[in-house]
DNA sequence: GGCCCGATACTCT
DNA sequence: GAGTATCGGGCCC
């Protein structure tokens, strides 16, 4: 199966969330397939929007979120995680959707080294910080295109869309200190349980 | 199961 | 220099 084509990601942060959930993401290590199927994101979008990192305008940091879509936008944050998001819309506007957690799929027996210290498979993946860790993922990988031939991370399309009535959503986690409306705006996507 | 708290370093002011 | 799109351990139910 082919994987996600820049098409996809050239729509709105909005829309491109909730179609990632039930999508596989695929990270290849040294020819093993770490993969896991997507069931949180969440949508940043625009300079208006206060919970966006481009909302200082364009710095060095958030430079990638202005370039084009289907790009990783991967940043350090809390002084020890790595967050790895997607970036969406045209070239220019800065926008992208942060991947929060992964049910895992494949390449357990890896995730299992690379997260040594948790026995139970469903926590190795279930936020930002873990399943970037769980795929070996960091700064070094910022700006890779997943739209790329032979990229070594990518995103396989769901086999079946989660509908809009199966789907739950709600206020972006952590962001503390960011004035309303976009403190809760609701942006974040999961599937219903 | 949940709450509290410290770790830790990068980005922009 | 302040703030941060978090995690995991310790503790208490």
Redesign the pocket.
Known sequence: MPYLQRTFFERSALFVAPDLLGCTLVRLKDGIRLAGVIVET?A?QGEEDL???AR?GR????EI?YGSAGHA?I???????W?L?VVTEREGYPA?V?IRAILPQEGLDEMTRL?P??ARTA?WTD????LT?ALDLNGGMNGLDLCAPASPLFIEPAGQATAVAQMVTGP???????PEPWKSIPWRFRPKI
């Open positions: 969440e940043y919970g966006c990192h200082a710095t060095p940091r958030t979120m936008y940043y350090f944050t809390y002084g020890m995680h967050m998001n992208a942060l997260r210290n948790l926590h936020g930002p910080g873990k860790q972006r986690i952590g962001l503390t200190s960011v």
